[in-house]
């Protein structure tokens, strides 16, 4: 089992930043990925930004130059730093992970998410 914890959301001014953070936690023989998605009220959930175990990075178009996903492997960690959020940036974001469960002789591989961490970026 493996779980994701969240943290850093909040309230902030449009042109403000936010640094989410999610660790994760349990029977982690490798972490594949780690990534963020959003999902805003009416809309699809949507991959924000996500970087694998050897440090690639994928981000969407709508935030690519603000926003910046790095990971600590020592903390099981990733995180994202926004920067110039816009009100459009509002959502529940989600900490996604990939994870390989097990050892080198039995290995099995699931996805699990964070609950969600609230932005907001409002005036």
């Known amino acids: 089992q493996v779980q994701l914890e969240e943290s850093g959301g909040g309230l902030v001014q449009p042109g403000g930043s936010l640094r989410l953070s999610c660790e994760a936690s349990g029977d982690i023989y490798i972490l594949n990925f780690m990534g963020w998605y959003r999902q805003a009220p009416g809309k699809e959930r949507e991959l924000v930004a996500r970087i694998t175990g050897s440090g690639s990075t994928k981000y969407a178009n709508a935030v690519k130059g603000r926003f910046t996903i790095s990971r600590d492997k020592d903390k099981n960690t990733v995180y994202l730093e926004m920067f110039s959020l816009k009100p459009e940036d509002t959502a529940l974001y989600y900490c996604?992970?990939?994870?390989?469960?097990?050892?080198?002789?039995?290995?099995?591989?699931?996805?699990?998410w964070g609950q969600g961490t609230q932005v907001t970026v409002s005036s």
């Open positions: 996604n992970a990939e994870v390989v469960s097990g050892s080198y002789y039995a290995q099995y591989e699931s996805e699990y």
